[in-house]
């Protein structure tokens, strides 16, 4: 469906300039930050199944929707997830259902699949309710303090602290909060797959070593998650009904065998990183976002206080009659969307469309471009909550918005995310003001995830009664 031009107005938040793919190459290497958006030519945007850039191993973006569909989907089995990203997640989470392919993975999501059970939002949203409570006492004690304070490490530790309650039954302690957000940021910045050089000259499927900065920072996630395993496998281990439990109780169909303590750890390491390190991406842009509208943020306190009054509590059922929230958190996910690229690799020539597909050819499935597509967007880069309402929704282009995925992989906790999002949302815009800190400054870059360049700075004021 292509959508007729409207005049452009509105709020344009932070994107890279896209330029040529020579550019666009200079600035990258010239800046050495790795930002893969900023390596994104202009016509990236505009084409629907084309090369991307230059590289030795060939490099397809696909955006016409149908194609989309058929690389996630991946009916043939020729397209399983890069062995560029398998490369970068193996020190972290192992071989485990994130990355795995083939029989691997299929054995995998039969053992995990009870445990995902487990994540209904039902059951789940006490959790966020504890998280949610814990993160407005934070809030509080900045107000009162006029402290200045990162955004980006607030959003972890609460979403971190909402994961570990859901997951292992208790909350992440602060300074375990803090160690994981600062490793993960380095393991983003420093793993080798994501470097420009390696990414455009090395050959498909090549060994690739980490750094010794990155093996530890990979060492310090898997401690922590360790320490919250070891409750769940010790003597009193069968007095826990969680999401870990039901992991470690998880058997073969065939073998009866269980997960190794190290698959544990990998296989709640993805859970762990899906339900913590996305969120936190999605709501740092969320709440900067609405902090530079302040119009937008009457419209959301009002909706609230009109459902749940001033202080009364937000019920499960309240989250989904919050429609302006909800469409903000869906906006926000199209211009951000927590995971950047959702890269394959063809094992075999084929074609895409009218392109030819050689053997080890990355091709790339880019959310935050097919989200931005010149094609199939009004404004692309405007930020407009209200394109996901109901009256909008016939000028929308079926499969042209996949912040979760799409086909078998799509993402199991979608439900969870997108309650947990207006939840937060709701709780913290009806009791305080977000003032950023040099919003100027403030810019995306993609790695493994979609995050702000350099964390974003703000202080919280107590909103009006």
Partial sequence: ??????????????????????????????????????LLPATAYRTEVGPLGFSRRSILIVNRPDQVRRVLSDPEGIFPKSDLMVAALAPLIGDSIFVSSGETWRRQRRMIDPAFTMMRVHRAFPAMEDGAQACEDALDTHAGNTTAFSLDLAMSHLTADIICRTVFSTGLETRAAHDVFDAFTIFEHS???????????????????????????????????????????????????????????????????????????????????????????????????????????????AEIRALAGPSQPITFDMTKQLPTIRNVFRETLRLYPPITFLPRVATEATTIGKRRVRRGALVMVAPWVLHRHARYWH?????????????????????????????????????????????????????????????????????????PAEQIMIRVSRAAP
């Fill in 191 to 301: 793993v080798a797959q994501v470097e420009i050089r390696r990414l455009i000259m090395d050959r498909a499927w090549t060994t690739v070593p980490q750094s010794e900065r990155v093996l530890a920072a990979c060492g310090t996630i898997r401690r922590h998650l360790g320490d919250l395993l070891n409750t769940h496998l010790g003597p009193n281990g069968d007095r826990f009904d969680d999401i870990a439990s039901a992991v470690v109780a998880a058997r073969d169909d065939f073998t009866q065998t269980a997960f190794t303590r190290e698959e544990l750890i990998d296989q709640l390491g993805v859970l762990f990183l899906a339900g913590h390190e996305t969120s936190a991406s999605a709501l740092t842009w969320a709440v900067f976002l609405l902090a530079r509208q302040p119009a937008l943020v009457a419209r959301v306190r």
């Fill in 1 to 38: 469906m292509q959508i007729a031009p409207v005049p452009t107005r509105g709020f344009f938040p932070p994107r890279p300039r896209a330029s040529a793919a020579v550019l666009a190459l200079l600035r990258v290497v010239l800046r050495g930050d790795g930002d893969l958006l900023s």
């Fill in 379 to 451: 404004d692309p880069h405007r930020f407009d909550p209200d394109r996901f309402a109901p009256e909008r929704e016939a000028q929308l282009t079926p499969g042209a918005y996949i912040p979760f995925g799409l086909g078998p992989r799509v993402c199991a906790g979608a439900a969870f995310a997108q309650a947990e999002a207006v939840l937060l949302i709701a709780r913290l815009f009806r009791r305080f003001d977000f003032h950023v800190i040099k919003p100027e400054v403030v810019r995306p870059a993609a790695r493994l995830t979609t995050r």
